[in-house]
């Protein structure tokens, strides 16, 4: 009961936003039922088409988990697209200019993504802890700045010779392996609903989560109870940046094997729906990549026959979670739950 | 070097726009981060309207009515259902990048840019070209302009000299306190945010219909939040924000002239990135501990 309470705010959003997007089709000339059927048939068509959905929600997925980390501890990590970035290029550096043993190196590689991508999202941890300047501003000065640099670094000193901006290939030793042959099916989407899971036991089992939690919940009642709140806002910036640094590790090192000048555009703006619309808790945000995933797929796949624009995709996703705002409105409708009058 | 200066100012114009449009809703307690997608559906809105009728004017009432309208949207989530507004204000921009590109596309046929539409006449006739100096800056200027530098003035009078100013600066504070006094914390929210969105319509409105003369893909690029960042700075001040924002416009005309006079000698995405680091680096140094109106952010519910 307390979970269908939790979900009817994503479900009835997500159901608006298509209803919505079928009405603009209709009306901008495309067929809506043929767009569904191709929409469908994008993820679920063949199993090639459904590994590309799953290699879709990975990084989106674990970049979700960096975004609900953070507001677990009521915080707004809205540059998790710098971190990305910066986590991607860190990961495909260590992966072709180190020589390490198979295992080994992809681990390093990982771990290098996320350190570099928790170490961006400590800036503006900083500037709130000893500022108090919000960090919904800072993440996205941050993000800007560190876009444009990666996009310096792989245009000019890291840029390997040929057509594309993009660094030197990985050696073989940094690349998460392959799970099917004949597809891109990679590690990493066996390592995100992993990572989930950790994530869930953490915040929802340990003392960290726990802090993490009380903070969130209410940050003055949490220091009363001896919560420190600048160590809790580092930690949890920390972690969401390093979440998200590791999504574009997983991305180099899964599917890339390099990194492209413009290797994610908008992962990072996408993966803050999806945490959203996933309720910020692990096992909500698992379900709600799977189903950006296939968001992402479907419009992919209607991009391609029937020529609608891919902005369709955007679209659909700042519509849903608009309509997540009014949770509230759909609970006294649904429930008569009482609180808020209008 | 004078070039520089007055490029600075017109770049400014959007910047201020925005700043200001921020400090409208703030003030009276709401946060509007939704500025960048008010400005980008201001935009494409007005190039609309303008393209349908042939008529700049009809883009002007648009795109401001537009941006207006999405700012009753947002007080709808955020004040009468006491929305995250921060969630309403990212759906918003997410749905206006996509929205517009996505219209671009199935309307016109291409993606990028729209047709040329009709501009809004310039306020001087084109000969004031010929004077020396400054000719050129003011051949362009329409009255969008001078709004822009105007409306700083025009808010630090309201706010600060008028009865009805004091009211509004009240609710966002403390709105239990105005509440108690018989003024209507909802009205007043519902109005400031619907300003502030027809504000930040205008700016879309001066990208299209005084500077560039078509709609182009995510022509608001970042000038929204920027506007926001300029409003921190001015420390939710009127006139503070205008200066904040016009050292933004300075920042972004320094970029474009150093790029043309040194080359590829300092790498270009430096300059780029300039407004950004000095924003970040005044937050960490120069400005002190940064608040705004108490209440921003947060929902009131209402005790009668």
Known sequence: ?????????????????LAITGVILWRTGYPPSAAGEVFIRGSFGSTLNFAEMLIKATPLLVAALGVSVASTAGLLNIGVEGQIYVGGLA?????????????????????????????LALGPAWLKVRRGVNEVITTLLTYYTATLI?????????????????????????????????????????????????????????????????????????????ISSSK?????????????????????????????????????FDSIAVA???????????????????????????????????????????????????????????LREGGVRP | MIWVLISALQAAVPIILAAEAGLIAE??????????????????VSMLAAHVAQNAWMGLVAGVGVGALLGLIHAYASVTWSADQIISATGINVAAAGGTSFLLKAIFKQSG????????????????????????????????????????????????????????????????????VGISVVRVR?????????????????????????????????RGYLGLVAMIFGKWHPVGALVAAVFFGLTDALQMSLQLNMGSAIPRELFLAMPYIMALAAMAGFVGRASGPEAAGKPYISQR
């Open chain 1, 1 to 17: 009961m307390r979970l269908m309470r939790k979900a009817i705010a994503p479900v009835i959003s997500l159901l608006l936003a």
């Open chain 1, 91 to 119: 990961a495909a550096w260590v992966g072709f200019a180190v020589k390490l043993p198979p295992v080994v190196h992809v681990t390093v590689c990982l771990l290098a993504g996320a350190a570099v991508g928790g170490a």
């Open chain 1, 150 to 226: 990666v996009h310096y670094l792989v245009v000019n000193p890291l840029r390997a010779p040929g057509f594309t901006p993009a660094t030197p290939m990985i050696a073989k030793t940094a690349r998460l392996p392959l799970l099917v042959a004949d597809t891109r099916l990679h590690l990493g989407v066996l390592l995100a609903p992993a990572i989930a899971a950790a994530l869930w036991f953490v915040i929802y089992r340990t003392i960290w989560g726990f802090r993490l939690r009380s903070f969130g919940e209410n940050p003055i009642a949490a220091a009363y109870g001896g």
């Open chain 1, 232 to 268: 809790t806002v580092y930690a949890a910036m920390f972690a969401s940046g390093a979440l998200a640094g590791a999504a574009g590790a997983i991305q180099v090192l899964g599917l890339d094997h390099r990194f492209f000048d413009s290797f994610a555009p908008g992962l990072g």
């Open chain 1, 276 to 334: 959203l619309v996933g309720m910020s808790h692990p096992l909500g945000v698992v379900v709600s990549a799977l189903l950006f995933g296939v968001l992402r797929t479907g419009v992919l796949e209607m991009t391609v026959e029937l020529g609608t624009p891919k902005a369709l995709a955007l679209l659909v996703e700042g519509m849903a979670v608009l309509f997540l705002a009014f949770e509230r409105l759909y609970r006294r409708w649904l």
């Open chain 2, 27 to 44: 003030r009276s307690g709401v946060v509007n981060l939704a500025l960048e997608g008010m400005m980008l559906t201001g935009a494409f």
């Open chain 2, 113 to 180: 840019t729209s047709p040329a539409v009709p501009p809004i006449p310039k306020l001087f006739s084109s000969s004031v070209a010929l004077v020396p100096g400054v000719g050129g800056f003011l051949a362009n200027i329409t009255f969008i302009d001078v709004v822009a530098y105007a409306l700083p003035f025009l808010l630090l009078w309201f706010y600060y000299s008028t009865p009805l100013g004091l009211r509004v600066r009240s609710v966002g504070e403390k709105p239990e306190a105005s509440e108690s």
């Open chain 2, 190 to 222: 519902y109005v400031s945010t619907a300003v502030s969105g027809a504000v930040a319509g205008l700016a879309g409105v001066y990208l299209v219909l005084s500077v560039l003369g078509f709609f182009q893909q995510d022509m608001s690029a970042g």
